[in-house]
């Protein structure tokens, strides 16, 4: 048995009046958040003349400088649970600690800047609640929130409360959040699980994902995309189009905008679905998955939707990845962002120079190799676990590390 956190995601039917209780929460995450900032940046600046005056960095520390303000601040403060500025201090505590630990080298990945103020209507809508009354009902239908009280959910909870039910886990905690028109409730939970162990050598599997299909797996199966997501990319196309063609700052292009976050966000409750189909299968049936890097540099310079929509599929996709190979007792590699997995030949290893999006098949100039470009991608990403386990992977769990291969032994 092993303990892990895990999460409960379910969409709500609030009633009007709780409509606004849960937008007021998020309201007040937002608002102490931003006086977090705001007093931050001023202590910056005193800091600078008198290097005496302290700056609160972390949670406890702005949640003493929050308690003293906030009757002057926001006099309105009971109106919301301490949970809802409290989160939104745990937001900014951690920005911080994400801006100074990147400065100092000891964070991995993209540089995180200083935080920026939030929004209203550009920032997510969301706020967490740590203590007090959260419940899943025993009916399966409600949940209990801190001072919002008891909400509908839209559908059952039946396999977190059965889980709850016999034990086996612990909340730990309840996000509530907004997405286009629809409220949700996460909650973060211990679990108990039991992880097989695999024996013999394992299977690998190569996962290319698409626009035009869900995935290419390396054994040449495509998993086609469901019919109503297919429906929903159709209409995103067009509505993209219209947004595109409506005035800057029009009443018109606002309900566009509207409609458009709408069916965007349907669609990705679409293919969440379909991806938690696959990965499931794939996590369970393989002992080990390669998927390809994201690209996120690449990903916020490129602007076609084709390259967004396969690259957000290819987050989701390795989120779930990464905790179902756990676990199953599977295992997952992440091919090196700039391992050329499209543009290589998975006969010859031969590299094709430039590949645009348009291209669907790989043609190798080298051994003459005809293959569906995806397809061609999932054996590379597949022969990649081989030259992994030939570099003594047994011994070493490669699980999340990047891994790059120097295209072993192949040439031009
Ligand atoms: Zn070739």
């Not at 606004?20 to 006086?35: F, K, Q, T």
């Not at 029009?250 to 566009?256: E, L």
Request: aromatic residues 6%; proline residues 3%.
């Amino acid at each position: 048995m092993a303990l892990v956190t895990q999460a409960y995601r379910f969409a709500l039917d609030p009633t009007p009046r709780q409509r606004r209780a849960l937008a007021s929460h998020c309201g007040a995450a937002r608002v102490a958040y931003n006086w977090g900032l705001r007093l931050v940046k001023l202590r910056l600046e005193q800091r600078r003349l008198d290097s005496t005056v302290e700056v609160p960095w972390t949670l406890p520390t702005l949640r003493r400088e929050w308690n003293r303000a906030k009757q002057e601040v926001a006099p309105w403060w009971a109106e919301n649970s301490k949970e809802a500025y409290s989160s939104g201090l745990d937001g900014l505590a951690r920005a911080l600690k994400g801006f100074s630990d990147s400065k100092a080298g000891r964070r991995k990945g993209r540089p995180v800047g200083f935080p920026h103020t939030k929004r209203k209507g550009r920032c997510r809508d969301a706020c967490r609640f740590t203590t007090g009354q959260i419940k899943v009902l025993a009916d399966r239908r409600h949940v209990q929130l801190p001072r919002i009280g008891v909400l509908k959910t839209h559908e059952s909870t039946r396999k977190l409360a059965r889980r709850l039910e016999k034990d086996t886990a612990r909340i730990l905690a309840a996000t509530i959040s907004r997405t286009a028109d629809r409220w949700f409730v996460s909650f973060t939970v211990e679990v108990q699980r039991a992880i097989p162990t695999r024996t013999g050598k394992p299977t690998v599997i190569g996962v290319d994902v698409g626009v035009r299909h869900l995935a290419t797996l390396s054994t040449g199966a495509t998993i086609a995309n469901p019919r109503a997501l297919q429906r929903s990319l159709r209409k995103l196309r067009r509505l993209n189009r219209e947004v595109a063609r409506r005035k800057p700052k029009s009443r018109r292009r606002k309900q566009t905008r509207r409609r458009l976050a709408r069916v965007y966000a349907h669609a990705a409750n679409l293919r969440r679905d379909a991806l938690h189909k696959l990965t499931t299968t794939l996590a369970t049936d393989h002992g080990i998955v390669v998927v390809e890097q994201l690209n996120l540099t690449g990903m916020l310079r490129n602007r076609h939707l084709a390259r967004v929509l396969s690259d957000s599929g290819l987050a989701e996709l390795r989120r779930q990845l990464t905790y179902k190979t756990a676990w199953y007792g599977s295992q997952l590699i992440l091919a090196d962002r700039f391992y050329p997995s499209s543009k290589t030949c998975s006969a010859c290893g031969w590299v094709k120079a430039k590949l645009t999006l348009a291209e669907r098949t790989f043609s190798c100039k080298s051994c003459g190799l005809v293959l569906d470009r995806d397809l061609n991608a999932a054996r590379n990403l597949a022969k990649l676990a081989e030259h992994v386990a030939q570099s003594g992977w047994e011994t070493k769990n490669a699980r999340g590390a990047d891994v790059r291969p120097g295209l072993a032994g192949l040439t031009a």
